[in-house]
T-cell receptor, first 114, second 112 residues
């Protein structure tokens, strides 16, 4: 298995632009997670899905952020409009059900908003 | 509420010496505890986990961790450090259906 795939790996955009991050989870994993990592705030859970349904989006910072999972093999995280404080590394992770299964992380997307 | 503390931001150890990265936790009920490692410009990689059973858990790359219920700790250890072990290490506690609460991370530097 190729593992969790994320694209793009790097994104540089200007303030006010729309940004879309993409994720393909490991086949057979029922859970998908979006995280954000910054030096100041560490690793933060933004939202997670179970069987394509959003379960907890309490970590989404504000309405500018939205996430979708139209099918079991694809998810997007969108920021519109983007702001410089959104600059971070965004990770997608997937796992099998149950709290004792480890999550598998993608390589991340490094977002820079100028 | 679930929480994880990694009291050391940075740990330095000489190559060949034993290493310990500390983690304490607070969780209601039985804990699921994890260690992850992050190399530069990479995602987090799973190292090991404690679910139940033997308090000493062995994982990838020669790492092990000891679950201590009375001290609510889950320290990561390795008998002999390698330069290639230099990375950022995260402790995490599992809760709910499938959530992980991560610590703030400890940067391990192994000095040749």
């Amino acid at each position: 298995d190729a593992g969790v795939i994320q694209s793009p790996r790097h994104e540089v955009t200007e303030m006010g632009q729309e940004v879309t991050l993409r994720c393909k989870p490991i086949s057979g994993h029922d859970y998908l997670f979006w995280y954000r990592q910054t030096m100041m705030r560490g690793l933060e859970l933004l939202i997670y899905f179970n069987n394509n349904v959003p379960i907890d989006d309490s970590g989404m910072p504000e309405d500018r952020f939205s996430a979708k999972m139209p099918n079991a093999s694809f998810s997007t995280l969108k920021i519109q409009p983007s702001e410089p404080r959104d600059s971070a590394v965004y990770f997608c992770a997937s796992s099998l059900p149950s709290g004792y299964n480890e999550q598998f992380f993608g390589p991340g997307t490094r977002l820079t908003v100028l | 509420a679930q929480s994880v503390a990694q009291p050391e931001d940075q740990v330095n150890v000489a190559e060949g010496n034993p290493l310990t990265v500390k983690c304490t936790y607070s969780v209601s009920g039985n804990p699921y505890l994890f260690w992850y490692v992050q190399y530069p410009n990479r995602g987090l990689q799973f190292l090991l986990k404690y679910i139940t059973g033997d308090n000493l858990v062995k994982g990838s790359y020669g790492f092990e961790a000891e679950f201590n219920k009375s001290q609510t700790s889950f320290h990561l250890k390795k008998p002999s450090a390698l330069v290639s072990d230099s990375a950022l290490y995260f402790c995490a506690v599992g809760y709910g259906a499938n959530n992980l609460f991560f610590g703030t991370g400890t940067r391990l530097t192994v000095i040749p």
